[in-house]
């Protein structure tokens, strides 16, 4: 579950992130309006949305009255940030800035621990940096044994003077760092991200930015995160809340391509196939362990719904999952959905890969397709989505 920066915000001060004194949520012109009058002075005008990018492409602006408060509004609610539109603006006493920096934590799936990401260069993309002058970036990895007591102060130190932070904001921003670990291990998140890191012009180091990211699994030792749920921020989404409701793992996209498939690894591989073809997915669907016929119905419905797709590939390797009952599962979905009127591009491999072929080759149904390979799926499955678009 990502967080918008205000929520971002709340999190790190609860948990001794120092961050700049609270703002105003808004979802109105006027709200913003009320706000910049009642904080005064130079206020802050942000777009929330769960995207990065909000400055460049004009989703933060610096106001110098109400009135110019009240424009900028005007401008950023609708505004569309990479297909996220703005529905919810946070108004906030602008900071002095001294200098900006880049600090980050983030689950290390390949070291199985903790990555500290530390960079003076900060306000800008961190991967354009590490890309153009990598020994501006300080990597350090944490195993899980090192930091069972929390970060040490004495290890947030050297990563920030490795990070050639000044001596006016070493100390600061070494104690921010232990509190930030501390933020993650509290509240379960697996990204907990600052840009900028600011040094005040009164020599403290803040948080001016935040980007979040919590671990769904652990919404249990949370109350499910429902004080982050806020009705309003995303625009409201049909098949997402569809989704939501039948339990199924799905995120919708921008793409013509609908994509089903087992295991998140398989999807998300599904979605690079199908780009390296030339086409772009619409959605993610994870149908997991099961696929029969009421699973694959659920699924195809879903992604059927969005008008925008044009094809839909399902990839699935059998390990547990058999593949002879993914191709019944397939038939019997499009039995009962009845008139469909895409087509569907099916790939087969694993366990029971040989019959699951055979099942549909003897089926003959007109709206699927076989692929023997990924390749050859996500190539038929765009090729059949630019027919329906051109016809």
């Avoid at 002058?133 to 195993?143: C, I, R, S």
């Avoid at 599904?270 to 699924?299: H, P, R």
């Avoid at 694993?350 to 699927?368: C, F, K, M, Q, Y």
């Amino acid at each position: 579950m990502d967080l918008v920066e205000y929520q971002g915000k709340q999190l790190f001060g609860r948990n001794g992130v120092p961050v700049p004194p609270p703002g105003v949520v808004c979802r109105t012109p006027d709200e913003v309006e009320a706000a910049a009058r009642e904080i005064g002075g130079l206020t802050v005008i942000k777009a929330q949305v769960k995207m990065g990018g909000r400055g460049k492409a004009g989703g933060v602006k610096l106001a110098k009255s109400v009135e110019e408060a009240r424009e900028h509004a005007e401008s950023i609610f609708g505004l569309d940030i990479k297909g996220h539109v703005v529905n919810v603006i946070y108004v906030e006493d602008a900071s002095d800035i001294a200098e900006e920096y880049y600090l980050s934590v983030l689950h290390d799936r390949v070291g199985k621990g903790y990555l500290v990401i530390a960079s003076r260069e900060g306000g800008m993309d961190i991967e354009k940096v590490n890309a153009e002058t990598p020994d501006k970036v300080v990597k350090h990895p944490l195993l899980p044994s090192e930091v069972a007591d929390g970060l040490s102060r004495d290890v947030a130190l050297d990563i920030m003077t490795r990070a050639d932070l000044p001596d006016a904001a070493r100390a600061e921003a070494a104690d921010l760092l232990v509190a930030l670990f501390g933020a993650m291990l509290a509240e379960d998140a697996t990204l907990v991200e600052i840009n900028p890191l600011i040094l005040t012009t009164d020599g403290h180091v803040i948080a001016l930015d935040s980007k979040v990211t919590l671990d769904d699994n652990a919404a249990f030792r949370h109350d499910g995160y429902t004080e982050w749920d806020v009705e309003g921020i995303e625009p409201f989404d049909e098949q997402e809340a569809a989704a939501k409701e039948a339990g199924i793992q799905y995120v919708k996209l921008d793409g013509d391509v609908g994509i089903l498939g087992n295991g998140a690894g398989l999807v998300m591989a599904s979605l690079d196939v199908v780009a390296q073809a030339g086409g772009e997915a619409a959605n993610f669907l994870d149908i997991g362990g099961g696929a029969d016929a009421d699973t694959m119905a659920a699924s195809l419905q879903l992604v059927l719904s969005d008008e925008r797709v044009n094809s839909v590939l399902v990839n699935v390797f059998g390990g547990i999952t058999q593949c002879d009952l993914v191709a019944k599962g397939v038939l019997g979905a499009l039995e009962q959905l009845g008139d469909v009127d895409r087509k569907l591009v099916v790939r087969l491999d694993g366990t029971n890969a040989e019959e699951g072929r055979r099942i549909l080759d003897e089926a003959a149904h007109p709206n699927v397709a076989a692929a023997a390979t990924m390749a050859e799926a996500a190539e038929q499955a765009v090729a059949l989505a630019a027919e329906r678009a051109g016809a």
